[in-house]
């Protein structure tokens, strides 16, 4: 596997774990629908939450969170709304961004909302 997938991998792994510590459930991860992947699916009390993991090794081309883009967006918008009806959820949706840097031997999370 690459590099950039093991950080990637790595950086999915702390977002579950930060999420559980906020008092999130993990309902699914990696949820997929045609060209579309939703990296976490979460809920906290009646909110169903899509998340969004960006993990970087470096913010030198700068923040993971702005690489999220419009495109990006519309294809996590499609995946959430399928979900829901596949699952007849009737429920608040948000969508939330958790960027992580890795700096040398220590990582950072911030959770971009």
Not at 46 to 51: A, E, Y
Not at 71 to 100: G, P, S, W
């Amino acid at each position: 596997m690459a590099q950039h997938n093991d950080l990637g991998k790595k950086g999915e792994k702390l977002a579950i774990e930060y999420l559980i510590k906020k008092g999130y459930e993990i309902v699914e991860t990696n949820y997929r629908f045609q060209k579309a992947e939703v990296d976490i699916i979460a809920k906290k009390e009646n909110i169903l939450v899509g998340v969004e993991v960006k993990t970087r090794s470096t913010n030198e081309f700068g923040n993971p969170q702005d690489f999220v883009n419009p495109k990006k967006i519309k294809l996590l918008v499609t995946a959430i709304n399928n979900y829901v009806i596949e699952k007849d959820l009737d429920t608040e949706v948000r969508f939330d961004i958790i960027a992580i840097v890795k700096i040398k031997y220590n990582t950072i999370i911030k959770l971009s909302i």
